[in-house]
């Protein structure tokens, strides 16, 4: 009996053994690994950015300037999110490449454009990863593999801070 027949005929419930069947396996250790790490930047971003900024004697206002630059991300992702030949994976990989430049930069001139691109591209992958997450499971574990992966990604926000801390 295939997996679709025993979804439809009800003989398969939801739960988190079901996201790590041999059907889902791929798709909740890619949508894991994606949330844990851009929780993980994204929340230790906000964690750095006084201190980056209050040693190089730089005023809230870069700070303020810095988060201004996610703004324009929403307009972009309406526009890119149902492109046919860009889509969400694309989409995906791209923005956590651009994201993970723009950080790199960052560390050697910590200009605010930089933090700015980067804030910008961790908001597109947000944006990118709710859509992408929610399409990536059937009906039966859509919520339940939303929450988990979710879960995941604030997993990694909540250990950032005990790791990026004392090396500050």
């Known amino acids: 009996m295939s997996y679709y027949n025993k ?31 851009i929780n993980f930047i994204y929340f230790g971003q906000l964690v750095v950015l006084p201190f980056i900024f209050g040693k190089a004697k730089k005023s809230f206002s870069s700070y303020a300037y810095t988060v201004l630059g996610e ?42 454009i930089f933090s700015s691109l980067a804030r910008f591209f961790m908001k597109m992958c947000f944006q990118m990863l709710y859509p992408c997450t929610t399409e990536s499971y059937g009906t039966l574990n859509r919520t339940l593999g939303f929450g988990f992966n979710s879960a995941i990604g604030r997993l990694g926000a909540t250990i950032m801070p005990y790791l990026i801390l004392p090396l500050i």
């Open 7 to 37: 979804t439809f005929e009800g003989k398969e419930k939801a739960s988190i053994k079901s996201l790590f069947n041999d059907y889902y396996f791929k798709t909740t250790i890619c949508l894991s690994l994606a949330w844990f790490s």
């Open 71 to 112: 703004a324009p991300s929403f307009l972009l992702s309406i526009l890119l999110v149902d492109r046919p030949n860009f889509g969400r994976k694309n989409s995906l990989k791209y923005f956590f490449l651009l994201s993970s430049a723009m950080h790199f930069i960052f560390i050697f001139k910590p200009f605010i």
